[in-house]
């Protein structure tokens, strides 16, 4: 069975009350709901989380890319500032998507490069909390490719 752990970095967990007019309304609750719908439909096994600690963040990483599931990563602020987590991400060889929910390329300057990126398949940013969705949606069919070539 493919897995899937969607992680959630620094101030995530604000996520509907936090800048609503960059964020959005919906909570992280809200959005692991609607991944599990997507998950339960789809068969995929499903591990949502949330941290506002760097190191944990990696040690989640970690235990994705060992475990081998696929990671989609919201890592939030870490994203623009952290060669631990890109390291994590290379490092246990993981199937990774970065995802954000605004357009970080349309903001200040400092949100505009990402450590994590170039270690990722591919980066979905400005959809709203759908960007998790497309990002579940394309991640998927990866896992199945890469379970397919393993067997
Ligand atoms: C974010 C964008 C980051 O620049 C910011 O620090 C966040 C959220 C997003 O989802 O749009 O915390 O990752």
């Known amino acids: 069975m493919v897995a899937v752990h969607v992680l959630n970095g ?6 509907g009350t936090r800048e609503p007019a960059t964020y959005g309304a919906v909570t992280l609750a809200g959005v692991e709901e609607r991944l599990s719908r997507k998950a339960e439909a789809a068969g995929v096994a ?17 235990e994705a890319g060992l475990g081998g599931a696929g990671i989609i990563i919201n890592a939030g602020a870490y994203t623009h500032t952290s060669v631990a987590l890109r390291d994590a991400i290379k490092g246990v060889d993981a199937l990774a998507i970065e995802v954000h929910i605004s357009n970080v390329h349309a903001r200040e300057d400092f949100r505009h490069h990402s450590y994590m990126a170039p270690v990722c398949v591919g980066v979905i940013c400005g959809f709203g909390v759908a960007s998790y969705e497309l990002a579940f949606d394309a991640i998927v069919p990866l896992m199945e490719k890469r379970a397919r070539t393993a067997a």
């Open 10 to 15: 620094p101030n995530l967990n604000l996520l």
């Open 46 to 62: 499903l591990t949502f989380r949330q941290t506002n600690s760097e190191g944990e963040l990696v040690s989640f990483v970690q």
